[in-house]
Nanobody, 116 residues
Framework: QVQLVESGGGLVQRGGSLRLSCAPS????????MGWYRQAPGKQRELVAT???????NYADSVKGRFSVSRDVALSQVYLQMNILKPEDTAVYYC??????????WGQGTQVTVSS
């Protein structure tokens, strides 16, 4: 079973930046979309940003203009550049890859904490 491995989370001050990375432990093909979701304490998991097979991106309104999702097609890796971080961005961030014929792949989550 292919696993998604996330990295790049941590503690940062308000206004700071972090870059999350996600890499699969094996081959996933074909890929329909890749992206990031987050879950804050006491809240449901929510979409942060996605990028599809032709590069179209989609962002939650709360992160537009601050976050940027990108990918490396050859490596099947997806990234999330997070700028101007706010305390309300504090959450566990999960990587997701969607592939036809599967229920999708999820990472184990990486903690992002933004202090005020």
């Amino acid at each position: 079973q292919v696993q998604l491995v996330e990295s790049g989370g941590g503690l940062v001050q308000r206004g700071g930046s972090l870059r999350l990375s996600c890499a699969p432990s094996g081959t996933i093909w074909p890929i329909v979309s890749m992206g990031w979701y987050r879950q804050a304490p006491g809240k449901q998991r929510e979409l942060v940003a996605t990028i599809d097979s032709i590069g179209n991106t989609n962002y939650a309104d709360s992160v537009k203009g601050r976050f940027s999702v990108s990918r490396d097609v050859a490596l099947s890796q997806v990234y999330l550049q997070m700028n101007i971080l706010k305390p309300e961005d504090t959450a566990v961030y999960y990587c997701n890859i969607e592939s036809p014929g599967t229920s999708g792949y999820w990472g184990q989550g990486t903690q992002v904490t933004v202090s005020s």
